[in-house]
Nanobody, 132 residues
């Protein structure tokens, strides 16, 4: 079972930046679809980004973060990053990294994981708070 541990959350003013990290242990080499989600209490989990496993693999973003957030992965160290810039109060949420073995394609597989339609691994979450 892959274990994921996030870090890097915190409080920042609007317009600021934060970088989240997600360390993965026992990760199948270059074969795991990875993604970022966020959740506001009382609301559904929202997909943020999907990262394909291969070196230089495709990365996809939700429209709400495209152009402001950048996801990346250090395959050698098994660490996933989410660099968040131009943060807005609406970005306030608990952020989760997650992963699953590929089946139909990582973009669909990660979104299915978020809908609980696929099994996978989740981190414990890290709080990001953006004040106006």
């Amino acid at each position: 079972q892959v274990q994921l541990v996030e870090s890097g959350g915190g409080s920042v003013q609007a317009g600021g930046s934060l970088t989240l990290s997600c360390a993965a242990s026992r990760l199948p080499p270059t074969t795991y679809c990875m993604g970022w989600f966020r959740q506001i209490p009382g609301k559904e989990r929202e997909w943020v980004a999907t990262i394909y496993p291969s070196r230089g693999g495709s990365i996809y973003y939700s429209d709400s973060v495209k152009g402001r957030f950048t996801a990346s992965k250090d395959n050698a160290r098994n660490i996933l990053y989410l660099n968040m810039t131009s943060l807005e109060p609406k970005d306030t949420a608990v952020y989760y990294c997650a992963g699953t073995t590929p089946q139909g394609g990582c973009l669909a597989d990660i979104q299915a994981l978020g809908r609980r339609a696929r099994s996978g691994s989740w981190g414990q979450g890290t709080q990001v708070t953006v004040s106006s």
